[in-house]
């Protein structure tokens, strides 16, 4: 009830700030536009179904591109923690990855797989990748030596040390690469579409400020993406406490 | 002494000085402005960097310094650049929606984008668009507003064609891919690039189908109630690289080589680029005016009316304002 408070509280005073950005600097709405504004341009967004429409498609990309994502990078990250050789064979490959700009490859990444939602989750997948595998490698590198000694004296095959020791235990800094991975994932979508796409809330943002000019529904589109990345940030962490707490 | 009587020969000074002067130094200063422009540095810019170049901008009084932004029209509006080239149907938008922008003087006389596929497979009538998969950037600009009108014109609408699209402007990959029959470009453009990979097109364009007005120059409304000489003055600079561009594209595409080198990289290209730009701006350099038809902006503005852009609520004689034809 106290937290619920403070975050009412937090919110309630950003607004007032915002509000009071707008009133002292005399800015007009298609620079920034008032917090009432946008509430009244969201309401109507969402009264046409505008909103809708375009969150439904960027919520489904997020959530295949960390599915796709987070998998590939937990079973990377485990080989790399596993093996020193196929972290030096790898690891150049996946830090180059990385270190390509995705605003870059992504619209060649359309290209090459057509356009469509496959080369949306793909690109979304990427960005999310690198921050899972890192942090699944150093999780499982984290495990005690003493325990792992111990399950090897005790007959444990490879495949039951890697699930129930070096996994569980990595699971505390694999929840860590997840909540980073998470809000990645967001932004992915995000530039997943303005790659190419018809619809979601990358393409309203174009849609919004290059179409219709119309910053309070940009704002709108932004808030959304916010809302989704707190929501999805907030689920990792419930699970997170759960699952890291009965590991 | 005391300080009064230090100032007096001080202000006598100050008075005197400038009269001992040669006339060069005390010349009025020229006019910072800034133009913003919406694409990459390109050679359809030419007659801006002829007009830095050549010092046309100068002997107007003004030292232009030429930037780029995705969001021209707010820009331009809120006064954080004075001028600005913007598609006209964004002006008809942007205006209608309350922001305070007009359209000061035509650049293209003709609409700029059309229906880009292989030869052959172009349909000449644009109901035959039906079940064709079309490349666009999005639901934005010219393209978009180009593809909707001459769907209506064919008696269609976006439904009963499959719409792709390419948000960083890379339709034609898309064609040569085979992903998509038919793409939207600028007919200066596109083609040209399309026609260097090996691929032969053939065009459906709007002018007869659907007149649109094309990019022009625009302007905000607070520097045009407080100084629409300055406005005049930038056209007027413009429309003479324009015309001399016209005569001579040669003389356009050194002054674009000059600034931007990149350009050089494929001359041959730019070049072709730049006549195929000329045209689009009326040809011959006698046709070229900046005059602002309202018998295209008439018709233009019928049709965002009926596609749903714009509610009619803003006439277009508050969208315009035809800086060339203002009197001295």
Known sequence: MRRLATTLLSLAAFLVAWKLLTVVTGTPDYILPAPEVVAERALRAIGSGLLWEHTAVTISEILLGLAVGATSAVAVGTALGKSVVIERVLSPYIVAAQSVPILALAPLLDIWFGGGLLARVLICALIVF??????????????????????????ATPGQITARLEIPSALPVLFGGLRVGVTLAVIGAVVAEWAGASSGLGVLINIADQGLFDTPLMFVALATLAVIGIGLHGLVVSIERRVVATS | ?????????????????????????????????????????????????????????????????????????????????DFGVADATDVMIARTSGIPVKYISTLYDR??????????????????????????????????????????????????????????FNQVEGLLNGDVDLITGFRSNEPLRLEAQGMSVDLLTIDEVAPLPGPGLIAGDELLSSDPALATAFAAATLRAQQTIAADPQVGLDAAVAAVPAIA????????????????????????????????????????????????SVPPGDMVLDVLALPD
């Open chain 1, 130 to 155: 690198f921050p899972i595998a890192i942090a699944t490698m150093v999780g499982i590198r984290a495990a005690d030596p003493l325990l792992r000694e111990m399950f090897r004296s005790l007959g």
């Open chain 2, 265 to 312: 990289e494929d001359r041959e290209t730019a070049l072709a680029v730049l006549e195929a730009t000329i045209e689009l701006w009326g040809g011959e350099p006698g046709a070229i005016s900046g005059f602002i038809d309202p018998a295209v902006w008439g018709p233009g503005y019928g049709a965002l009316e009926r596609l749903g852009f714009i509610d009619g």
């Open chain 2, 1 to 81: 002494m005391s300080p009064r009587r230090l100032l007096l020969p001080l202000i006598a000074l100050v008075l005197v000085l400038p009269g001992c002067l040669p006339s060069s130094s005390v010349s009025e200063p020229l006019r910072a402005v800034k133009l913003l422009l919406g694409f990459r540095p390109d050679v359809q810019f030419a007659p801006f960097y002829l007009a830095q170049e050549a010092g046309y901008f100068a002997e107007a009084g003004l030292e232009v310094t030429i930037e780029h932004s995705a969001d021209v029209l707010v820009l331009v509006a809120d006064g954080r650049a």
């Open chain 2, 111 to 168: 609409f700029p984008v059309a229906l880009i596929g292989p030869a052959g497979t172009v349909p000449s009538d644009p109901a035959e668009l039906a079940g064709l998969r079309i490349g666009t950037p999005g639901e934005f600009g010219s393209s978009w507003h180009a593809l909707l009108a001459l769907l209506e014109a064919g008696g269609l609408t976006r439904d009963d064609v499959t719409i792709r699209a390419y948000p960083q």
